[in-house]
């Protein structure tokens, strides 16, 4: 069988070498759509080294820190793991910072497979990512869950609910986020080559007409939007941040963000405003100092 739970959970953790410097910082803010107006001293923080502030990385870049196909994504690399990339969507991310991430560093992630749920139409891998220092202390810890179509029907537990509905008012915040048509190909740059965010063919066998863009491209314009507009535009005052993918999102279309100020931080959503706000994020929460 293409995934052996028993066999996955129990593999020891798979650490790899992640070593990143100002450049891969800047390219990835400026695949999130960073930099726009270019003469900006607000997006300047993100793109130019040179900036009085420093260059600041947001805390979703240590997803694909190193670029390494993401963070946390080595749970393919795994015995009992064994599926077609085809048949894989991000279900969920959630991002504890344990201290911010510099601008350039050598660093170790630690990754293993924490359960495997059976979701009946199919199965769900949770894995679980330390990203340590080069003084062996946490930065990040990444919790990712990727569902696999047709892998489920083992038999094995469903798994707990991390539903996080909006609240039943009016939005604080709404913004409306235009995209490029070749974003998912700006944002491949940063190391996930899956060929579902670029090939044609491998979009339309996954059951859609044209590459869809990144969850993660998404979910890191997100929070860039709740830092820039909420504050300040310092990343190191984000101390978490969560999200589900709930449907896709296709380059060129326009994110429309909606954000509620709660107790527990910033909830969100996000839709694709070109297609009757059809869900893309949801039951996201940016947590704060």
Same mark, same amino acid.
């Given at each position: 069988?293409?995934?052996?739970?028993?066999?996955?959970?129990?593999?020891?953790?798979?650490?790899?070498?992640?070593?990143?410097?100002?450049?891969?910082?800047?390219?990835?803010?400026?695949?999130?759509?960073?930099?726009?107006?270019?003469?900006?001293?607000?997006?300047?923080?993100?793109?130019?080294?040179?900036?009085?502030?420093?260059?600041?990385?947001?805390?979703?870049?240590? @997803?694909?820190?190193? %670029?390494? /196909?993401? $963070?946390?994504? !080595?749970?393919?690399? *795994?015995? =009992?793991? +064994?599926?077609?990339?085809?048949?894989?969507?991000?279900?969920?991310?959630?991002?504890?910072?344990?201290?911010?991430?510099?601008?350039?560093?050598?660093?170790?992630?630690?990754?293993?497979?924490?359960? @495997?749920?059976?979701? %009946?139409? /199919?199965? $769900?891998?949770? !894995?679980?990512?330390? *990203?340590? =220092?080069? +003084?062996?202390?946490?930065?990040?810890?990444?919790?990712?869950?990727?569902?696999?179509?047709?892998?489920?029907?083992?038999?094995?537990?469903?798994?707990?609910?991390?539903?996080?509905?909006?609240?039943?008012?009016?939005?604080?915040?709404?913004?409306?986020?235009?995209?490029?048509?070749?974003?998912?190909?700006?944002?491949?740059?940063?190391?996930?080559?899956?060929?579902?965010?670029?090939?044609?063919?491998?979009?339309?066998?996954?059951g859609y007409d044209r590459p869809i863009l990144h969850g993660l491209c998404t979910f890191g314009m997100a929070v860039k939007?709740?830092?820039?507009?909420?504050?300040?535009?310092?990343?190191?005052?984000?101390?978490?941040?969560?999200?589900?993918?709930?449907?896709?999102?296709?380059?060129?279309?326009?994110?429309?963000?909606?954000?509620?100020?709660?107790?527990?931080?910033?909830?969100?959503?996000?839709?694709?405003?070109?297609?009757?706000?059809?869900?893309?994020?949801?039951?996201?929460?940016?947590?704060?100092?």
């Amino acid at each position: 069988m293409p995934i052996d739970p028993r066999r996955a959970t129990a593999a020891p953790p798979v650490r790899t070498e992640v070593v990143w410097d100002d450049h891969a910082v800047r390219l990835y803010h400026l695949a999130l759509g960073a930099g726009v107006p270019e003469t900006d001293p607000r997006e300047l923080r993100y793109v130019y080294e040179g900036h009085p502030d420093g260059l600041r990385p947001l805390p979703t870049f240590g @997803v694909v820190a190193g %670029g390494t /196909g993401g $963070v946390g994504f !080595q749970v393919f690399d *795994l015995p =009992g793991v +064994d599926v077609d990339l085809a048949h894989v969507l991000h279900g969920g991310q959630e991002i504890t910072v344990h201290r911010p991430l510099p601008a350039a560093a050598r660093a170790t992630a630690v990754t293993r497979l924490t359960d @495997v749920h059976d979701k %009946g139409s /199919g199965a $769900v891998l949770v !894995q679980e990512s330390v *990203l340590l =220092g080069e +003084d062996g202390a946490p930065l990040l810890t990444q919790r990712n869950r990727i569902f696999v179509r047709g892998e489920g029907g083992f038999g094995g537990d469903r798994g707990p609910s991390d539903r996080l509905p909006a609240p039943a008012r009016e939005p604080d915040l709404v913004v409306e986020l235009p995209t490029l048509g070749r974003q998912a190909l700006l944002y491949r740059l940063t190391g996930d080559h899956n060929p579902l965010h670029a090939d044609p063919a491998t979009a339309r066998r996954a059951g859609y007409d044209r590459p869809i863009l990144h969850g993660l491209c998404t979910f890191g314009m997100a929070v860039k939007t709740v830092t820039d507009r909420l504050l300040d535009g310092d990343p190191t005052a984000v101390t978490g941040c969560r999200t589900r993918f709930a449907g896709v999102f296709f380059p060129g279309e326009t994110l429309r963000l909606r954000v509620w100020h709660t107790a527990g931080g910033h909830r969100l959503t996000a839709t694709a405003a070109d297609r009757d706000d059809a869900p893309v994020l949801t039951d996201a929460l940016v947590t704060t100092r």
